[in-house]
T-cell receptor, first 111, second 117 residues
Framework: LAKTTQPISMDSYEGQEVNITCSHN???????ITWYQQFPSQGPRFIIQ???TKVTNEVASLFIPADRKSSTLSLPRVSLSDTAVYYC????????????FGKGTTLSVSS | GAVVSQHPSRVICKSGTSVKIECRSL??????MFWYRQFPKQSLMLMAT?????????EQGVEKDKFLINHASLTLSTLTVTSAHPEDSSFYIC?????????????FGPGTRLTVT
């Protein structure tokens, strides 16, 4: 499974756009990139998933360059409630394949 | 989205006793479920893969005789912590993967906080 590298922490203010970049140099052809959000004492929550180029949903955008060796999660206009740990994971997305979590990025949003 | 539940959400037990944690997929069937453990300020650590109708696959360093996993149906997996000790106190999280077209998305339960006194 590809190893991922993310910043340990990031700080932001309410209303700003936050971009969290993840490096995954050894990503395999069959691997997808998935981002999860976790609040304290809760299970991780699926945010977004992509394979290449750009994916957008109601909460975030995911940018993946052509070489797929990195990806950027973009959170538009963050609020205090976006304070959480964000995990970038890479895997072949099959039913029997577990997700291996790295350390994640702790995002702190202030007013 | 798909819903995964866990029961109980919190449990306190005495050292030496056993505790069972249930993980259910509420609106989909899951042939495979996963169990994770998370200590304070740390990331999730995969403990085992639970397969319906067969034995679980444990990660290196996880004692299979201590953490008993039973996946008796397509919607239920249980984790039993046997002879619990204070060092087993942790946040236990399960996950399952419903199918969305050709892709799978892994959904997590809300977690179970185990405290061993």
């Amino acid at each position: 499974l590809a190893k991922t590298t993310q910043p340990i922490s990031m700080d932001s203010y309410e209303g700003q756009e936050v971009n969290i970049t993840c490096s995954h140099n050894n990503i395999a052809t069959n691997d997808y990139i998935t981002w999860y959000q976790q609040f304290p004492s809760q299970g991780p929550r699926f945010i977004i998933q992509g394979y290449k180029t750009k994916v957008t949903n109601e909460v975030a955008s995911l940018f993946i360059p052509a070489d797929r060796k990195s990806s950027t999660l973009s959170l538009p206009r963050v609020s205090l409630s976006d304070t959480a740990v964000y995990y970038c994971l890479v895997g072949d997305n099959q039913a029997g394949t577990a997700l291996i979590f790295g350390k994640g990025t702790t995002l702190s949003v202030s007013s | 989205g798909a819903v995964v539940s866990q029961h109980p959400s919190r449990v306190i037990c005495k050292s030496g006793t056993s505790v069972k944690i249930e993980c259910r997929s509420l609106d989909f069937q899951a042939t495979t479920m996963f169990w994770y453990r998370q200590f304070p300020k740390q990331s999730l650590m995969l403990m085992a893969t639970s397969n319906e109708g067969s034995k679980a696959t444990y990660e290196q360093g996880v004692e299979k005789d201590k953490f008993l996993i039973n996946h008796a149906s397509l919607t239920l997996s249980t984790l039993t912590v046997t002879s619990a000790h204070p060092e087993d106190s942790s946040f236990y999280i399960c996950s399952a993967t419903p199918r969305r077209g050709l892709q799978y998305e892994q959904y997590f339960g809300p977690g179970t906080r185990l405290t061993v006194t």
